[in-house]
């Protein structure tokens, strides 16, 4: 079983749609869960950062974490054509800086 | 906004050829990073380097690979003996303390080994 897994799309939307993104991890020992955005020959920007369980929201992007079922996932509320690119989970068991990425999930929304 | 830079943008190199991958962090970070993407595949990391050490690396970053901070402002990885294999975008990336909360990634080198 892979360590994380993500679908990785293509996942296309309309603008003004809500898109949701998930990961699965397999290993319990994960605390720290980000998202990253990743355009076309570019490296990855943070997006969302959490710690342990629960929700965090900024503007409109929105990151959960349910550790009990090992699932993470981010949604974009009203969707934008600049929000197309790739989204990448990953995920940190301490501080280290050692992530572990998911596949990522590539995202096109469309005008 | 400060940004990780990273030189040369593309790199084609032979074979059997050594190669260094060039980085400046943000001027103020501490921790500094090797992470690689192999096309199609995902982002995994090879090496994280604190206080001018080696804190951790992964089973990718062999004898081929070393990384150094020749001075106050850049971060290399060099290869010695660069694989077909070793084709793959490679970022740097640095942190200002402990934490992945302010993990800042460069743009990327893309490297082809032919």
């Known amino acids: 079983q892979k360590e994380v897994e993500q679908d990785p799309g293509p996942l296309s939307v309309p603008e003004g749609a809500i898109v949701s993104l998930n990961c699965t991890y397999s290993?319990?020992?994960?605390?720290?869960f980000m998202w990253y955005r990743q355009y076309s020959r570019k490296g990855p920007e943070l997006l969302m950062y959490t710690y342990s369980s629960g929700n965090k929201e900024d503007g409109r992007f929105t990151a959960q974490v349910d550790k009990s079922s090992k699932y993470i996932s981010l949604f974009i509320r009203d969707s934008q054509p600049s929000d197309s690119a790739t989204y990448l989970c990953?995920?940190?068991?301490?501080?280290?800086?050692?992530?572990?990425f998911g596949q990522g999930t590539e995202l096109s929304v469309k005008p | 906004e400060p940004e990780v830079t990273q030189t040369p943008s593309h790199q084609v190199t032979q074979m059997g050829q050594e190669v260094i991958l060039r980085c400046v962090p943000i001027s103020n970070h501490l921790y500094f990073y090797w992470y690689r993407q192999i096309l199609g595949q995902k982002v995994e990391f090879l090496v994280s380097?604190?206080?001018?050490?080696?804190?951790?690396k992964s089973e990718i970053f062999d004898d081929q690979f070393s990384v150094e901070r020749p001075d106050g402002s850049n971060f290399t990885l060099k290869i010695r003996s660069t694989k077909l294999e070793d084709s793959a975008m490679y970022f740097c990336?640095?942190?200002?303390?402990?934490?992945?909360?302010?993990?800042?990634f460069g743009s990327g080198t893309q490297l082809s080994v032919l």
């Open positions: 990953a995920m940190d068991y301490n501080q280290g800086g050692k992530l572990i």
């Open positions: 290993n319990s020992a994960f605390q720290y």
């Open positions: 990336a640095s942190t200002p303390q402990s934490t992945n909360e302010k993990l800042f």
């Open positions: 380097f604190y206080n001018n050490e080696i804190s951790e």
